[in-house]
């Protein structure tokens, strides 16, 4: 799935380059199967909480409902430093979620990626997240 997933978002990067944005339906499936491989674990395949989120201390909250408790509104650049690490959410004390900026750029000394890709995978994961959104 890793190598899948990291083949996809080299794919999704390099059309966009050659043929312009690819389509939102084509972010929101690339995003997908980043979510799928790096989030599922704790937040579930449907958002409300995955097969080790009962173990864990605070439970990652519903990320269909990130809208909803913002008055309707997504907050992307929030969801992006949430997601790189940039922002450590304070009022959850200390970070338990994996800081995937970081783990991004690593494999991205490993794989040659560059940091506009890191930054891509991110937004990926972020426009898949605000296609999830209920109300």
Do not use: K, N
């Not at 949430?82 to 009022?91: F, K, L, N, T, V």
């Not at 200390?94 to 890191?118: I, K, N, Y």
């Amino acid at each position: 799935m890793y190598a899948r997933t990291i083949f996809s978002a080299a794919v999704l990067f390099a059309f966009g380059c050659a043929t312009g944005e690819p389509s939102s339906e084509q972010r929101i499936a690339t995003g997908r199967e980043l979510y799928e491989s790096y989030c599922i674990a704790c937040h579930g395949a449907d958002g409300t909480g995955g097969v080790i989120s009962p173990y864990l201390a605070p439970r990652p909250p519903d990320l269909r409902r990130i809208a909803a408790r913002r008055g309707g509104v997504f907050p992307d650049a929030a969801v992006e430093a949430w997601i790189d690490g940039r922002d450590p959410i304070p009022s959850h004390g200390t970070r338990e979620m994996p800081v995937w900026g970081a783990s991004f750029r690593e494999e991205t000394e490993l794989d040659q990626l560059t940091e506009a890709r890191v930054r891509t995978r991110i937004v990926l994961l972020v426009e898949y997240l605000r296609s999830i959104q209920i109300q």
